[in-house]
């Protein structure tokens, strides 16, 4: 079956640090990848996303390329604000399903 | 809307009540999914709609979720004889189905504590 699997969290770092979440995933064919974040107090919102291998998905300065050699879809973002304080998920949409597989979630804090 | 409403955003329940979790789909999303959401877990796809037809309802842990569209627009997830493992929020999402990979919008949830 389908799965994805995050680093767990949370990850603590400082103002203007550099960030890695790494996200593995299991999947048939060839699935679109997503990041969603939920900020405090919010739903789920679409970060970026990559549809196809080699792929980069980018927003706010976030990336995450779609390595399909090692089903790996990491999020990056070279400094971090106390702003992007949130959890973020990883997510595949596999081929022919309409709905998506998340994982578990990795909590990042910022620190001023 | 501007976005997905869901009501309520709390529910407190006693063991064995019935609850029913409503969700207002952004205007002209005909695809809508629920998710139950464990805390600190991942949202897990319980059904699917297109329309008011349920096309997946797979996910449903129990005969006891039971979920419904009737005109195509907002919806309503009922779980019957509720049980302590049902604790967890539940997500209603939306999304426009003329693309497949496009962006599914989700609510801010119920959360749902069974006592």
């Known amino acids: 079956g389908n799965s994805v699997t995050q680093m767990e969290g949370p990850v603590t770092l400082s103002e203007e640090a550099f960030l890695t979440i790494n996200c593995t995933y299991t999947a048939t064919g060839y699935p679109s990848l997503f990041w969603y974040v939920q900020y405090p107090g919010e739903g789920l919102q679409l970060l970026l996303k990559?549809?196809?291998?080699?792929d980069k998905g980018s927003n706010k300065g976030f990336e995450a390329t779609y390595r399909k050699e090692t089903t790996s879809f990491h999020l990056e973002k070279g400094s971090v604000q106390v702003s992007d304080s949130a959890v973020y998920f990883c997510?595949?949409?596999?081929?022919?399903?309409?709905?998506?597989?998340f994982g578990s979630g990795t909590r990042l804090q910022v620190q001023p | 809307g501007a976005g997905v409403s869901q009501s309520p955003r709390y529910k407190v329940a006693k063991r064995g009540q019935d609850v029913a979790l409503r969700c207002d789909p952004i205007?002209?999303?005909?695809?809508l999914f629920w998710y139950q959401q464990a805390l600190g877990q991942g949202p897990e796809f319980l059904t699917y709609f297109q329309n008011e037809a349920q096309l997946d309802k797979s996910g449903l842990p129990s005969d006891r979720f039971f979920a419904e569209r009737p005109e195509g627009s907002v919806s309503t997830l009922k779980i019957q004889r509720t049980q302590q493992e049902d604790s967890a929020v539940y997500l209603c999402?939306?999304?426009?189905?003329?693309?497949?990979?496009?962006?599914?919008?989700f609510g801010q949830g119920t959360r749902l504590t069974v006592v």
């Open positions: 999402a939306s999304s426009s189905p003329r693309q497949r990979n496009t962006e599914a919008f």
């Open positions: 997510a595949l949409l596999s081929t022919g399903r309409r709905a998506l597989t």
């Open positions: 205007s002209g999303h005909v695809s």
């Open positions: 990559a549809t196809k291998a080699d």
